[in-house]
């Protein structure tokens, strides 16, 4: 599996429950906070939910 970095570039306040959710599962507690993870189908499906609030680079 590839790993990506995803980065939370977009806030979370007034967004829908399952987005909030989504970007908690992922992992992110605060803004501009990047994380490295494997894109297994499960986080490829998270990320593709809330891909217009994450900025994601392969690496």
């Given at each position: 599996?590839?790993?990506?970095?995803?980065?939370?570039?977009?806030?979370?306040?007034?967004?829908?429950?399952?987005?909030?959710?989504?970007?908690?599962a992922?992992?992110?507690?605060?803004?501009?906070?990047?994380?490295?993870?494997?894109?297994?189908?499960?986080?490829?499906g998270?990320?593709e939910?809330?891909k217009?609030?994450?900025?994601?680079?392969?690496?």
């Amino acid at each position: 599996m590839k790993k990506v970095r995803i980065t939370q570039i977009k806030s979370g306040i007034g967004r829908h429950k399952r987005q909030k959710a989504t970007l908690v599962a992922l992992g992110f507690k605060r803004m501009h906070q990047s994380l490295e993870v494997e894109m297994s189908p499960a986080v490829a499906g998270m990320v593709e939910a809330v891909k217009h609030l994450l900025k994601i680079e392969e690496l």
